[in-house]
């Protein structure tokens, strides 16, 4: 069989942070693909503000870079576990991997996690160790770290013989010796490396269509597009298709548009054929794994397998005294109708209707999937309510079983004892403790998803924020039973509405850490601190100080509170417990009771206890 020597189809793949989507960046600047007229933003593949904001990767994007005649397909994967669906989906598109490891972090879970996906299609890796330039940097021994993974990982012997190349990203430089001075303005190695060691796919052109969809996008005009590889034959705008459905049943449709990618642009073609990565549209209700084949013969390609979620939440509208203040979209229709809408790309999500109207279970990946929607949703200007993130239970070989995590902590060595103590407490097991030789050690562990459910938070407090913690999914155990893992402090709730006082904060601020500055609007049932003890307490926070004749009014100006402390969205999600919500606006976060009524909530507690 010939080979289609012009093309190479590669993922990008490495752990959060390693420098994937900078250097994605620079063989975009260094290759023949843009115009020397045309400046591209650093990070232009993360085209999501919060994708910018945070530094993180969240969808999977397509580009292609041009060298002389020939061109590389390149897929940027998510590097966080939370998005795993995409990146196991993304390995059946391309038939090698360029592997991208930091020079001084080294191996990191999710490397592991992305590289295991990887070897379990057989793909070829490349190694790109990052960041050379920095401080501390180690690229030898990073080597050594990457083989002995790879080994660990069971790969077989043409793999161990993987190509290294040295580079930093952000300065645009590489070269195939470790030495830092060896480096020089080029990508050039790494071009030369692709061309060299990855696959050419097969030409099969003349054979009988077989497209499948790896990704999905969705645009109002065309309505679902299908990303996706053409894995045999040909496929032209105007040709009519047979679609196999995931049930197995069959779909004719009409190609209306096929798009391409080059550089940073999606552009129109008139035809794909086997190798290429392509984007189909003219089907209304196409879905990830199936095929798309030519009419008189239709052959399905073997269905994908998409991650189940493992994480679930309960989202309603927001019924808040406060609602409608501050959103465009505050009614139950049309935050169903939006929930159903990020149903058509995002495969890894899924939302349930429940009994009660104006309420939903959404499921997902991780606390970091589900966060990510609910920040989407508040930037376009959706109000609604979530609860408390629950992991989802599976019966696993008649057991009933729960997620279970790898954990990976990289801690200053002073505060080791503590990071042990705290996760041992949350049922994490020990498998492995090394000293780094630079102060800190890293720890391994394997916890219940549950367990880790707020622990980022507590394990930033533990290690004066300069730990790093890291954990992917495992795999589903037996349910640890007795054990509830949770916050251990109550609440400061205030019990009634209006703008908080300095008086009021100085009243109550010795019971616990305040959550709100003073003039904040508060109502009746809103968590405004968190008590030093495990009990709740109702406080009022906006009480005003009496004024009388005698005393002079710019005294109170003079009194000094603590600063408050404001909590984040995913620190909000992590501190709720079962009776709480987090009320998420366009303008405000905030924590809440579900029961709002003080004398109704202390009742309901009292019969709790009884109980």
Known sequence: MSKREDIRNIAIIAHVDHGK?????ELLKQSDTLDSRVEIDDRAMDTNDIEKERGITI?????????????????????????GGEVERIMKMVDGVLLVVDAFEGTMPQTRFVLKKAF??????????????????RPAEVVDEVL???????????????????????????????????????????????FKTIPAPEDNATEPLQFQVALLDYNSFVGRIGIGRVFRGTIKVGDSVTVLKLDGSQQNF???????????????????????????????????????????????LPILRIDEPTLQMTFRTNDSPFAGKEGKFVTARQLEDRLKQELHTDVSL????????????????????LSILIETLRREGFELSAGRPQVIYREVDGVMSEPFEDVQIDSPDEYTGGVIQSLSERKGEMIN??????GTTRLTFVAPTRGLIGYSTEFMSLTRGYGIYNHTFLDYRPVISGWNPGRRNGTLVSINQGPVTNYAIMQVEDRGTIFTDPGTEVYEGMIVGMNSRDNDISVNITRMKAQTNVRSSNKDQTAVIKTPTHLT???????????????????????????????TREKEAKRRKGQ
């Open 433 to 438: 403790m090394e000293p780094q030789g630079n």
């Open 148 to 194: 002995d993974l790879f080994i660990e990982l069971g790969a077989d012997e043409d793999m161990l013989d993987f190509p290294v190349i040295f580079a930093s990203a952000m300065n645009g430089t590489s070269s195939l010796d470790a030495d830092v001075a060896t480096q020089e303005h080029t990508m050039k190695p790494i071009f030369d490396a692709v």
């Open 120 to 137: 379990e299609q057989n793909l070829t890796p490349i190694v790109v160790v990052n960041k050379v330039d920095r401080p501390g940097a």
């Open 59 to 83: 969808l999977a994007k397509n580009t292609a870079v041009k060298v002389g005649d020939k061109q590389i397909n390149i897929v940027d994967t998510p590097g966080h576990a939370d998005f």
């Open 254 to 300: 009409r190609v209306t548009k096929l798009m391409g990618f080059i550089g940073i642009n999606r552009v129109e073609l008139n035809e794909a054929k086997a190798g290429d990565l392509i984007a189909i549209s003219g089907m209304e209700d196409i879905n990830v794994g199936e095929t798309i084949a030519a009419a008189d013969t239709p052959e399905a």
């Open 569 to 599: 969205l995913e620190e909000s999600l992590e501190f709720l417990n079962d009776d709480e919500l987090v009320e998420v606006t366009p303008e405000n976060v905030r924590l809440r009771k579900i029961t709002l009524d003080t004398n």
């Open 21 to 25: 989507t900078t250097l994605v960046n």
């Open 350 to 369: 899924r939302v349930e209707d429940t009994e009660k109207p104006g309420q939903w279970i959404v499921s997902g990946r991780g606390e970091l999937h």
